[in-house]
C-alpha cells in the first residue's frame, strides 16, 4: 500500500497520508507536477517557504521491468520562475518504491540555518542533525554516509552550489557504485532542496518485500518482451552501449546541429576529439568502464565509468550534453579537461548544461579565452568559494549575461540551451520555445525522428510537420516520464507499436487493472488513449501553473540571435510566432 510522505522543515517533523483516490494513477511526472499545481502559489518566491520539493518514483518503479528506475523530482523552479519537473537515475527511486512511499513532499522552511538529514527505513522516518555534512561536496557527502548508513543505501543531496541556493543548482543521486553520476540536473532544483535546509535524503529498503504485482505471469510475460524490443533496436541495444550517449557528438555534427561557439555554427572543427568514440578509446586504454547502468535494471547502459591520465577515477555518467556544453560550445577540445569540470559539476551540485551555457557566456563577454580549459576549470572551482564570479556562473546563463551586460544568451524562459541547435534540428527547437520547462530537449525529443531517423525519418531543417512533432512528442514524452521509465525507451517505442502496448500491459498487470468480459474486476485497464490523455493531462497541469505564475505566450520564444544563418545547412529560425503557438495551444 503506498503512502505520501510529508516531511515538514519548519519543525523537522513527518507524517504519512493516504494517497488521494484522484492521485492513485499518477506517479512521476504526473505526480510532481499535480501536487505542485494543487499545493504551491504559482506566484510565490520559489526559495520561500510556500514551494514545495516532491520526489515521486514512477508507476513501474520498482517492479522487474527493463530501465524503470527514473526517479522525478519536481518544484517551482528558481532558475525559471515557472514549473519544474527534472528526471535522475539512481538508487533512491527503486527503494522508496519498495518501501511503499508513492512520493515524498519536502515543505516548509526552517527558522534556523541549520541543516538536516532525513532517513526513511521500512521502521520509520528519522531527521537527523546534517552540520557536519554541510560545505561537503556530493562525493564526500554520499562516501560518508555510505560508511554511516551501509553500502547500497539511495542517498539523493546537494552540494556546495544548493546549500548557496544558486539558481543552477541540481540535486545528486548516488549510482549503483555510490557516486554522485546522476543528477536532477536542469532548474535549480538544488537551490530549493538547500532552501530547505535538507542536506541529504538516505533511503534504505533492508528487510523488504519484492515490489506485489497482481498478475505476475502477465507482467513476466510483457516485460520479457519489452526487454527484447528495448536490445534489439539499433540505438538502445548497439549505440548507446558501445559509446554511450556521447554517440551523438560526431552524428549531430554531421547534421550541422551541434552548436558551436555559443550557437555560433553548427559543427565544431574538433569533433572528433570529444566524440564518443574517442571517448570509449581512452576508456578502454585507461582502464575504466565504457558501459554501466545508472540504476538497477537497465539493460541499455549507457553510462561508464572515465579516469584520467593516470588510470584513476574522474567522473562517471559523462554524457552527450555535457560533453557538448562544456566543449563544442565553449570550444574547448580535451575530454580530459571536460572531464574535470564534469566532476567539479557532480561534486557541487551544477546542471552541466547551464554551467557549459555559463561559460560561454563568460566567453562572449570576454572574461575567459575561448577554448581555454584551464582557464573554465579555475572558474568553476570558485563556485564553491564565495568568490562572486562563482555566484555569477552559478545562477546560470541569463543571471552571468545580465552580470556582463551580454546579449548573446542561449535561454529560453531563463534555462540555458542543450545541444542542438534549433535551425537545423527545428522540432527541437519548437520544444525548446513551448515547454513549459523552458529550454529542455528531454520534454520533446525531435532528434530521435529527425535527426536518428526513428518512426521513418522527418526533416531537421524544413518546418514541414515538426510542430506536429513536438506537440506529439511532449505528450508522449510527460506520459513516459510518469512511469519511472528511462526517456531513451522511446526509440523502440517510436519504432515499434508493439514496444508502447508491453508498457501499458506490464502497467496493467502491476496494478491489476484489466477487463474480462463486461466484468470488471479491479478497474478499467489503459489503453494507447489512456497513456495519450495523461500525458496531456501532465501538459495542462504545468502550463496552467505557468500562466499562474504570470507566463504568457511572449515566454515561448526563442532568442532573436536565431534569425542569424547558421552554417553549413545555412538555415535560419524561420516560424512565425503563429506557428509557435500552435505547438500547445488548447493546453
Not at 520559489?46 to 527514473?70: C, E, F, I
Not at 546541429?257 to 576529439?273: I, M, Q, S, V, Y
Not at 574517442?278 to 579516469?307: F, N
Request: proline share 5%; glycine share 14%; net charge negative.
Amino acid at each position: 500500500m503506498s503512502r505520501i510522505l510529508r516531511l515538514n522543515m519548519a519543525d523537522r517533523s513527518f507524517r504519512w497520508e493516504e494517497v488521494k483516490p484522484e492521485w492513485q494513477g499518477l506517479g512521476g511526472r504526473a505526480l510532481t507536477s499535480r501536487i505542485i499545481r494543487e499545493e504551491v502559489p504559482p506566484t510565490c518566491h520559489p526559495l520561500s517557504g510556500d514551494n514545495k520539493l516532491v520526489v515521486a518514483p514512477g508507476l513501474l518503479t520498482g517492479a522487474p521491468a527493463a530501465n524503470a528506475g527514473r526517479i522525478s523530482v519536481g518544484g517551482k523552479s528558481p532558475l525559471t520562475g515557472g514549473i519544474k519537473e527534472s528526471n535522475s537515475g539512481g538508487l533512491v527511486s527503486i527503494k522508496l518504491a519498495r518501501l511503499g512511499v508513492k512520493a515524498v513532499v519536502v515543505e516548509g522552511r526552517p527558522q534556523d540555518e541549520a541543516f538536516s538529514l532525513v532517513r526513511i527505513t521500512k521502521d520509520g522516518v528519522e531527521f537527523l542533525p546534517g552540520d557536519d555534512y554541510a560545505g561537503l561536496g556530493n562525493y564526500d557527502t554520499m562516501a560518508r554516509l555510505w560508511e554511516r548508513f551501509g553500502k547500497g543505501v539511495g542517498v539523493m543531496s546537494i552540494g556546495q552550489a544548493g546549500e548557496k541556493r544558486l539558481a543552477g543548482a541540481s540535486i545528486h543521486f548516488s549510482d549503483p557504485a555510490g557516486r554522485p553520476g546522476r543528477a536532477a540536473g536542469r532548474g535549480g532544483l538544488g537551490a530549493l532542496m538547500g532552501s530547505k535546509k535538507l542536506k541529504a535524503l538516505v533511503v534504505d529498503d533492508t528487510g523488504t518485500d519484492p515490489i506485489r504485482l497482481a498478475d505476475p505471469e502477465k507482467f513476466k510475460t510483457a516485460a520479457r518482451k519489452w526487454a527484447k524490443y528495448l536490445m534489439d533496436h539499433p540505438v538502445s541495444g548497439q549505440a548507446l552501449p558501445a559509446y554511450g550517449t556521447a554517440v551523438l557528438i560526431n552524428i549531430v555534427n554531421e547534421a550541422g546541429a551541434l552548436p558551436t561557439k555559443n550557437f555560433r555554427e553548427g559543427r565544431f572543427e574538433f569533433a572528433e576529439d570529444i566524440s564518443g568514440e574517442h571517448m570509449a578509446e581512452l576508456i578502454k586504454a585507461r582502464g575504466g568502464k565504457t558501459k554501466e547502468g545508472c540504476h538497477p535494471g537497465c539493460v541499455i547502459q549507457c553510462s561508464q565509468t572515465y579516469h584520467d591520465k593516470e588510470g584513476k577515477y574522474l567522473t562517471s555518467g559523462f554524457e552527450y550534453e555535457t560533453i557538448w556544453a562544456l566543449g563544442a560550445n565553449t570550444l574547448i577540445r580535451h575530454l580530459d579537461e571536460i572531464a574535470i569540470i564534469d566532476r567539479l559539476c557532480d561534486d557541487y551540485g551544477l546542471d552541466t548544461i547551464e554551467m557549459g551555457c555559463a561559460l560561454g557566456v563568460l566567453m562572449e563577454g570576454g572574461v575567459i579565452p575561448w577554448g581555454s580549459g584551464p582557464a573554465a576549470i579555475e572558474m568553476v572551482r570558485k563556485v564553491a568559494t564565495d568568490d562572486p564570479w562563482g555566484r555569477i556562473i552559478g545562477n546560470g546563463a541569463a543571471f552571468t549575461g545580465q552580470a556582463l551586460g551580454v546579449d548573446r544568451v542561449p535561454v529560453v524562459k531563463r534555462q540555458g540551451l542543450p545541444a542542438y541547435d534549433p535551425r537545423a534540428e527545428k522540432g527541437v527547437g519548437l520544444t525548446y520555445a513551448t515547454s513549459p520547462m523552458g529550454a529542455d530537449h528531454t520534454a520533446g525529443y525531435g532528434v530521435a525522428v529527425n535527426i536518428l531517423g526513428c518512426a521513418g525519418g522527418g526533416n531537421p531543417l524544413k518546418k514541414e510537420g515538426n510542430i506536429e512533432l513536438s506537440r506529439n512528442l511532449q505528450i508522449a514524452t510527460a506520459a513516459i516520464d510518469s512511469t519511472g521509465l528511462c526517456l531513451f525507451v522511446a526509440f523502440a517505442v517510436l519504432d515499434n507499436p508493439d514496444a508502447l502496448q508491453c508498457i501499458i500491459d506490464m502497467i496493467n498487470a502491476r496494478y491489476g487493472l484489466s477487463l474480462t468480459g463486461d466484468d470488471v474486476r479491479y478497474g478499467l485497464s489503459l489503453t494507447g488513449d489512456d497513456v495519450t490523455a495523461l500525458g496531456s493531462q501532465v501538459l495542462r497541469d504545468e502550463r496552467s501553473f505557468n500562466r499562474d505564475a504570470g507566463f504568457t505566450l511572449a515566454q515561448d520564444r526563442l532568442p532573436g540571435f536565431f534569425k542569424e544563418i547558421l552554417k553549413p545547412h545555412n538555415v535560419t529560425w524561420d516560424f512565425t510566432d503563429e506557428e509557435v503557438d500552435q505547438v500547445l495551444s488548447g493546453f
